[in-house]
């Protein structure tokens, strides 16, 4: 069974910094492309960052220079290093994994459950 499993959100204050973890199991991804979302309330699911089999990296315009994706395909685990964290980053963060890289969620086979971040003012 495959599963995606977050981990590591949760409340910081605006400038701060906050690294949320998704670990893979039931099957490799080293040859997926791994993605990140998010989903703040009452707004649409949003692609925040993706990492591809090949180690080539994207981002969202709202995100490129604060956040960092990367893979340790050993352990199976993609993480996002969130920094100068703003109020508007306040979403539920959503790990997927899909054949090749895309800004579409619908483009990934599999999700995690998500993260809570919350970002104060």
């Known amino acids: 069974q495959v599963q995606l499993v977050e981990s590591g959100g949760g409340l910081v204050q605006a400038g701060g910094s906050l690294r949320v973890s998704c670990a893979a199991s039931?099957?490799?991804?080293?040859?997926?492309?791994m993605g990140w979302f998010r989903q703040a309330p009452g707004k649409e699911r949003e692609f925040v960052a993706a990492?591809?089999?090949?180690?080539?990296?994207y981002y969202a315009n709202s995100v490129k220079g604060r956040f960092t994706i990367s893979g340790d395909n050993a352990k199976n685990t993609v993480y996002l290093q969130m920094n100068s964290l703003k109020p508007e980053d306040t979403a539920v963060y959503y790990c997927a994994a899909g054949p090749r890289y895309s800004t579409y969620s619908t483009a990934y086979n599999y999700w995690g459950q998500g993260t809570q971040v919350t970002v104060s003012s």
């Open positions: 990492i591809n089999w090949n180690g080539s990296t």
């Open positions: 039931g099957r490799t991804f080293s040859n997926y492309a």
